[in-house]
């Protein structure tokens, strides 16, 4: 790299801060407006060409749903030059402007290239911030670093970038290093806390970047388990971010027995206040590794049915058939008693019932439940059901037929219902009935005699004539 390049000059900021005040005092002179010029041209012609160029990368970016590792390789260069293009286009546009002016003799020397340099500056500092973000973004991911957060981001590092090219960065530092805080024996400085603090979070975000990836692979395997998976994701995330924290903590100096001061708080908190915290962390990998729930199963618990889908840390997500996702405590399922649907297989029994009149064909009823029963594909033809009499009711003979289905998850009143239409209609056609609540109402006289229906609507007509006449006279 040469001496003059824009690389070597980028560092050398304290000089050419004096170099760009010596030019405004000196007076305003027109190879400043080439310059000006020049970065405003840069610019456009970038902001033109990048706009192409992403879209050019994307169109040649593969499909989100191919995982191998060499398209995602192949999507993450993409994004990152998509990311970089518009910088690194203006600086090298800049710099061929600037030599332009240069070869056309429009600048006096090459040490007046003041504005040229600072929009050197500008550019790279760009570019270093796009970096940064998109560095971010992969590691925390896209609900931590919210937009709020990028502008606050954003405002810090330009800041920082003027304190540094003004000179006053390094005071702050020295004044920071200057300052202790006193942690049981040690005396640490407040620079070092800010270095440690930055260094965690860089490292911690670093962590959970190779925790994600990690992660992500366990997923794609297709011999382990579901429980498995989970355990020895978290197992790895746990331990990458207990060894960020190490070394981050090390690498800037800190004493890692200062540690063993906050060490009795914690196990105190631990003990008193978030004793049920503890329990459902600590049930949560209880459950994972006995397998005794894992996600997908259908499940019943705390009154109400449905299907795990989320196994977290703390709590395990049951969604109902309503949609509605259910919080439940992981130290629920170990202290309570669980109905789980899929434990071993996930075919269950469906129950329909129907009932006939009495004095119908029982035997001829039973045969058309059974043949209906079994008709759906959901029902298992390799599992063996029944069909039976389970009652003699006051009115009806109750029947039932009980048939294996797949996915009990899925509900099975459509299942039920189709059977039900389809019995009803041959119960129809073969003339079984279907017997509905009925009364039957006997009138007795005076004398304990039944009354016909004839004799009791002659009774009625003339307690009406008889009611009729004193109201017509009056």
Known sequence: MSENSPLSELAQTTVLLDNIEEAIVSGWKTEYVWQLAAFVVAIAVSWFLSRRFNAWAFSLSPSKADES?????????????????????????LWLLVW?????????????LVFAQLGYLVFYGFALLRLLLYALRGMLGEKLV???????????????????????LPAVIHFME?????????????WTAFSGLVSVLLTLGVANWFANLIDEAFRRSATMAPNLKVVL???????????????????????????SVFGGALGVGVGFGLQKIASNYISGFIILLDRSVKIGDFVEIGGFKGKITEINTRYTVVNDWNGVDNIVPNETFVTSSVKNYYHTDNASVAVIKVSVAYGSDLNRALDILREEANKPDRVIKTKRGWTGITNLGDSAVN????????????????????????V???????????????????????????????TLAAVLANMQESEAKPAAQS
């Open 69 to 93: 590792w060499h398209s995602r390789i192949r999507r993450y260069l993409i994004d990152i030059s998509s990311h970089l293009s518009f910088s690194l286009i203006a600086a090298s546009t």
């Open 100 to 112: 332009l002016i240069e070869h056309a003799g429009l600048v006096s020397s090459h040490s007046s």
């Open 146 to 168: 919210t937009p709020a957060l990028t502008k606050v981001i954003t405002w810090v590092f330009w800041i920082l970038v003027a304190l540094e090219f003004a000179g006053v």
């Open 178 to 190: 200057t300052q202790s805080i006193p942690i049981g024996k040690e005396n640490l400085t407040l």
């Open 233 to 259: 994701g978290r197992i790895c995330r746990w331990v990458l971010m207990v060894a960020a924290v190490l070394i981050a903590m090390s690498s800037v100096g800190i004493d890692l027995t200062v540690l």
């Open 399 to 422: 029947l039932e037929a009980g048939v294996w289905v797949s996915n009990i998850g899925d509900g099975t009143v459509g299942l039920r219902t189709q059977i039900l239409i389809n």
């Open 424 to 454: 009803l209609k041959r119960y129809s056609e073969e003339g079984i009935e279907v017997p509905f609540p009925q009364v039957d109402l006997h009138v007795r006289d005076g004398a304990g005699k039944y009354m016909s229906a004839e």
